[in-house]
């Protein structure tokens, strides 16, 4: 059982660059979200998805864009890349909003941007 | 400009011990709370949860403490172990189900 897949482990970029992280989960769960870690600090979330076809704006969206066209799916789109988005990334997933259930969270996704 | 970390919390306990970790959340109208666990490099694991109608919940090894009052949450580990050195975090969902807040994190250190 896969879970929670990220990809890439790690990317650099330079400033203005722009690219996606992949997330796919395999539970079938329908809320998916992306949270970003910066060190020695908590999660922030960027965006979630209560199901395909709908997403929502989480505490830091901006520069950031997402979509879910699909139940397994959720990207996570870097427009114009800053240094300021240096940072790990983490896919997170549950079976239900993820206010009620526990959320199941990937490997985490390290970028950084020169 | 540049990033500067903050330096989480520190808790250092001998190994055998009970450990208590604390928590402050600021929205009087969040209905449920969740305890991660995060060891290095890897992404947080679920412990345990609770919801605003309970103030205690019990797991394997685990207690969580919730006081509305004071908006103060905690999480005891019992004869803590090398294996429960970790950044836990406390998490909690505000008015809105769909959102999960993670709050800044205490990180546990296990004495062998």
């Known amino acids: 059982n896969a879970g929670v897949t990220q990809t890439p482990k790690f990317q650099v970029l330079k400033t203005g660059q722009s690219m996606t992280l992949q997330c796919a989960q395999d539970m079938n769960h329908e809320y998916m979200s992306w949270y970003r870690q910066d060190p020695g600090m908590g999660l922030r979330l960027i965006h979630y998805s209560v199901g395909a076809g709908i997403t929502d704006q989480g505490e830091v969206p901006n520069g950031y864009n997402v979509s879910r066209s699909t139940t397994e799916d959720f990207p996570l789109r870097l427009l114009s890349a800053a240094p300021s988005q240096t940072s790990v990334y983490f896919c997170?997933?549950?079976?239900?909003?993820?206010?009620?259930?526990?959320?199941?969270f990937g490997e985490g996704s390290r970028l950084t941007v020169l | 400009g540049e990033n500067v970390g903050l330096h989480l919390p520190t808790l250092s306990v001998q190994e055998g011990d009970n450990s208590i970790i604390n928590c402050a959340y600021s929205n009087s109208a969040s209905d449920y709370f969740i305890w991660y666990k995060q060891e290095s490099g890897k992404g947080p694991q679920f412990i345990i949860d609770i919801r605003s109608n309970m103030d205690k919940r019990q797991g394997q090894r685990v207690t969580v403490l919730l006081n509305k009052t004071v908006k103060h949450l905690s999480l005891q580990i019992a004869a803590t172990q090398p294996g429960d050195s970790a950044v836990y975090f406390c998490a909690e969902t505000g008015t809105s189900y769909d959102k999960v807040i993670f709050g800044p994190g205490t990180s546990l250190s296990v004495i062998p």
């Open positions: 997170a997933s549950s079976y239900t909003s993820g206010g009620t259930g526990e959320l199941f």
